[in-house]
């Protein structure tokens, strides 16, 4: 009952705020093109102050460990080459705005808002480092990843000299620089000025759910059944019970196995909806995919969860 009562802890803000949105959407408090106008701003402000403080805040120095970080690195880009090979082989997309939603969709996870939150639940506030660490890398990673992603799969392919241009352009891709400088130079920022891009960040998961659900409709679940039924499922078992059973057998154990069960069981990440609009890919594929993981996490992080302690692994 405990780890059912986390999983709707973490998993119902998110469902609240899409609801919010998808309820303003129908009583026409705003329009489809002002959520679309939200969701520009959201990505091109809010995610990347967002992203910058993480890792600003990240502690580095604490149980840090190896093993657990270059694992990490390495079954996300496994995860990405399988899940290209998916795509690919299995003809899941159906055209090239939907291809890079689709791979994004099974390898990125919503570990931001999951990871700390949960590792802090499971583990305790002190038992958090590797957690801290993984954020301030991983999410440079699922950044660069991404753009480069778009950019090669999605439409005309692009040189290599546009894609490294593209990426250092990225808002997400520029604070996430800006976060390790500023982290591993020792730049202390004046408490009001953190503060202030503390709030500004903290508006970023809730103005983009709201946007998502203003323009999600549910009418059109069906014409994308097949992706969604396999990207939810690489994305919440497929891969997760994967990687965490290799990990196990690896001997990883306690706060860094849930941190790194966090990482590859969450549900689709909240910013791969904002980076669809505004890449060029399928914006409505990748809502569904966030929509839909979201919900279902809330059983499959349970099961996750319990198994986890029942067997010990967690303890």
């Not at 106008?37 to 091109?44: A, G, I, V, Y």
Request: hydrophobic content about 55%.
């Amino acid at each position: 009952m405990e780890s059912l009562l986390l999983s709707i802890k973490v998993i119902f803000p998110i469902v609240t705020y899409m609801a919010i949105g998808y309820f303003f959407k129908t009583i026409k408090v705003a329009s489809l093109t002002t959520f679309k106008e939200m969701n520009k701003l959201t990505f091109r402000c809010f995610l990347p102050l967002l992203v910058f403080y993480n890792i600003y805040e990240s502690d580095i120095r604490t149980d840090f460990s190896p093993m657990v970080l270059f694992f990490a690195i390495a079954a996300i880009l496994i995860e990405i080459g399988l899940s290209i090979l998916l795509v690919k082989k299995g003809h899941l997309a159906k055209d090239d705005s939907e291809e890079p939603v689709m791979i994004q969709g099974m390898y990125r996870s919503n570990f931001v808002l999951f990871g700390m939150e949960i590792t802090r639940t499971i583990c305790g506030a002190d038992r958090m480092g590797m957690s801290s660490i993984l954020v301030a890398v991983i999410i440079p990673l699922y950044n660069a990843c991404t753009v480069v992603l778009f950019e090669s799969y999605g439409g005309k392919k692009k040189g290599i000299a546009h894609i490294v241009k593209s990426i250092f352009k990225n808002p997400l891709i520029i604070a996430s620089l800006l976060g390790l400088l500023v982290k591993f130079t020792g730049i202390t920022l004046q408490s009001d000025i953190a503060g202030v891009v503390s709030k500004l960040g903290n508006m970023a998961t809730p103005i983009a759910l709201i946007s998502l659900g203003g323009t999600f409709f549910f009418s059109r679940v069906a014409a994308y059944k097949k992706q969604l039924t396999i990207g939810v499922f690489m994305r919440l078992i497929g891969f997760p019970l994967f990687f965490v059973i290799i990990a196990v057998l690896l001997g990883i154990r306690g706060a860094n196995l849930i941190a790194l069960m966090v990482l590859f069981a969450s549900p689709v990440a909240v910013s791969s909806y904002s980076m669809a609009a505004e890449m060029g890919g399928n914006d409505e594929l990748a809502g569904m995919l966030l929509v839909i993981s979201s919900l279902c996490s809330i059983i499959t992080m349970f099961l996750w969860v319990y198994c986890m302690s029942a067997l010990g692994l967690i303890s």
